[in-house]
């Protein structure tokens, strides 16, 4: 059974940072794209950023390009967003998931799966 569990959330100041982590677990961690997308009351699903574990590669959506890093941990199964410079409207509920496709899941999906998301909320 394919589990994602993202934590890390939490209320920081505009301009502050963050770090979120996904935990991986029941798929070939080393073969899977994984992907973090967000969703704000009001708002469209968006896609954050995906990293390909096999081919290598990170991906940003074009409102956190710059700001967001991806990283990926195959020894622990884990992959990180470490978000800077964070905004008021980075404000939202962040998941992370496993994708066929990282330009998919930069696009708003679609997703394979994904677990519990963590709530992020940046004050002004």
């Known amino acids: 059974e394919v589990q994602l569990q993202a934590s890390g959330g939490g209320l920081v100041q505009a301009g502050g940072s963050l770090r979120l982590t996904c935990a991986a677990s029941g798929l070939p961690f080393a073969d899977s794209s994984i992907g973090w997308f967000r969703e704000a009351p009001g708002k469209e699903r968006e896609g954050v950023s995906c990293?390909?574990?096999?081919?290598?590669?990170?991906y940003y959506g074009d409102s956190v390009k710059g700001r967001f890093i991806i990283s990926s941990d195959k020894s622990k199964n884990t992959v990180s967003l470490q978000m800077n410079s964070l905004k008021p409207e980075d404000t939202a509920v962040y998941f992370c998931?496993?994708?066929?496709?990282?330009?998919?899941?930069?696009?708003?999906?679609?997703?394979?799966?994904w677990g519990r998301g963590t709530l992020v909320t940046v004050s002004s």
């Open positions: 998931a496993v994708v066929s496709r990282c330009l998919w899941a930069i696009d708003g999906g679609p997703y394979d799966y």
């Open positions: 990293i390909r574990n096999k081919q290598g590669g990170t």
